[in-house]
């Protein structure tokens, strides 16, 4: 969205696009090079303004901020717990917990 104001005779433009999150949406301003970033490629920049790769800020976003065990089931397949309090997590907590902590069945909390 871009939101034109004028103050004292100029004409300023104000940018602002609403990134997915794993809780809905955030509201960003960003400068005039942001948005020119932002409409070439939006998942890219929302990945990058995140601290995540594509692929990480897609499944973060997907999953509701839902952090999974890193545990292996019997069969050898990925745990599909959802790490104690792994809910709704911020970007960065869930890079840093996401794959890398246990669920209780796997002797984590």
Known sequence: MTITTINS?????????????AWGGQDV??????ALEYVHDPDGFAAKHFGLTREEYHEWAESYGKALCGGKTSVGKPCGN????????N????????RS??????GGE
């Open 29 to 34: 301003h960003l400068t005039e090079q942001q």
């Open 82 to 89: 959802t790490l104690t309090r792994g809910c709704q997590l």
């Open 101 to 106: 902590e246990y669920c209780k069945v796997h």
């Open 9 to 21: 005779g100029r004409l300023y433009h104000i940018y602002i696009a609403n990134l997915t999150t």
């Open 91 to 98: 970007a960065q907590t869930w890079k840093a917990r996401h």
